[in-house]
């Protein structure tokens, strides 16, 4: 126990840091306050844990009825266990479980414990996360309060969140609290005004929390909520490849099409992309049949081109038969060019690349098509490439005497151009 007969007693002060001794005491003793939820819109200026803090510490109890005597001396040989195991350099994983049991009956104590005696910043945020975890499957509100007084949620870089932490532990029972907690939040110059978190990537692991409790659907309509609200406010990219990837786990097309219907923004182009890249290495030939008939401009463009890319790569047989079929449009040169590249990269028949090359409209891009075959051709082997461009047609001589310079310093690296 705590006592002023104690040789620890100064030390024991020391360790508590702001608060002291007083401060420990009463929060053992006296019930704590359920903490005040500053996230909400209209709260106006969030208050300092801190500060409450010190009031629980100098006022007196609200209620009448105490903690019993045992639970107050369970409690407070738990807070002497733990500043003399921080004393012995005791190792961060063995406090932690000590403040888990803490956590269970007393969150605040080990809130302002783990804000006081960790040795490091990374210490305490970890120290915090697992505070969270056991205040938010008990009283969710509580610490989601707490943590919107506070300012420490984003933590250590690479460590997640305290916002994450509670949307992981909530998400899978009341999926619509963590997104009521979202949308309640104010925002300022697009960050929440007491977690200075900017709000798109607050709403992202709101996204991510749902996810990992497989609530897939009250995600993917949270994300067409806000990607149509007209707020101004950014998703931000990880939001909506989350609900992306959750599709393409279901149907590669549902995905896919899930994002075309979205509103256009560079977050649902990027996370289209990864779609149409993984389905094309499983069945490119839908995909990109799939493509062509969906998308349109710019976006259609540089998705076929991806599409193709994985072809070449995984079945140029079957992408070639392709091409040779396809009576294409003005991506068509685009095709060929991507196709006939990737076959000499990835251990095609150069001569037969030149050849698809040789079919491509536009005479720039046939020239860099061509070229390009001939540098990636060099670099596997610049002794039959030099032969192919010497007797070639498919080359300028001004070409040829570049290439062959080029082939003939990449054979001897040391001579100069």
Known sequence: MFSPRSSNFSRQIKLCGYFGLAGILALLIFPEPAAENNCSIGTGKSQNPRRQTSRIASSRPTSSKSP?????????????????????????????????????DKPLVACELASAIARTPTERHQWMIAIMSVWSQADPEAAWGWVCASAVTRGVTGEKSLSAVIFDSVAGVDPQRVLDWVESASSVQGKHPNLGIPMHLLKEEAVSALLLNDRGYEAKAAVEKWARSGTGQAIDTGAITGVAKWLNALSPATAATWLTGMPASEATDHALLEVLSSWSAIDPSTAMEWTKATTEGLRRSDSMRLVMNQ??????????????????????????????????????????AQQWASLIVDNEKRSATLTEIVLNWGMLDPQSAALNVSDSAYYTVEQKNRLLRWLAANRNPNSSL
């Open 68 to 104: 019993a005597p045992q639970a107050v001396t369970t409690l407070t040989i738990q807070v002497e266990q733990l500043l003399g195991l921080l004393e012995r350099d005791t190792p961060s994983i063995e406090l932690l479980q000590r403040f888990e049991a803490v956590a269970y």
């Open 311 to 352: 072809w070449a790569m995984s079945d140029s047989v079957g992408a070639a038969g392709w091409l040779a079929a396809d009576e294409s449009d003005m991506n068509s040169d685009q095709l060929v060019s991507s196709f006939s590249e990737r076959l000499v990269a990835y251990g095609g028949t150069p001569e037969i």
